[in-house]
């Protein structure tokens, strides 16, 4: 049975840090694409970042890049975004996914087809 379980989310001023992780068991995140998404209240779950499966390549929503970076430690077989300099507009439930296909990109963006997720936890960046 696979299982991905994230922690690490809560509450933060504006301007902190916070290192989500994921922890997985039942699946090898090494062989798999990964990443994080993000759901505001009443909008959809969002790519945020992204590892690819095949080369490793990352993969950063415009808005987040230069201050969240993902990283993954394959012999813990776990999943980390290190968020950093966060603002209000960052607030939203973080969710770790795994999937078997390659990040896909079009024009800019990019895409990354998810068949395992996590529960989610929230982070909340408020003063």
């Known amino acids: 049975q696979v299982q991905l379980v994230e922690s690490g989310g809560g509450l933060v001023q504006p301007g902190g840090s916070l290192r989500l992780s994921c922890a997985a068991s039942?699946?090898?995140?090494?062989?798999?694409?990964v990443g994080w998404f993000r759901q505001f209240p009443g909008k959809t779950r969002d790519e945020v970042s992204g590892?690819?499966?095949?080369?490793?390549?990352?993969y950063y929503i415009p808005s987040v890049k230069g201050r969240f970076t993902i990283s993954r430690d394959n012999a813990k077989n776990t999943l980390f975004l290190q968020m950093n300099s966060l603002k209000p507009e960052d607030t939203a439930v973080y969710y770790c996914?795994?999937?078997?296909?390659?990040?896909?990109?079009?024009?800019?963006?990019?895409?990354?087809?998810?068949?395992?997720w996590g529960q989610g936890t929230q982070v909340t960046v408020s003063s």
């Open positions: 039942g699946l090898s995140l090494g062989h798999h694409s």
């Open positions: 590892i690819s499966r095949s080369d490793g390549s990352t």
């Open positions: 996914a795994a999937g078997i296909s390659d990040v896909s990109t079009y024009g800019s963006g990019w895409y990354l087809k998810a068949e395992y």
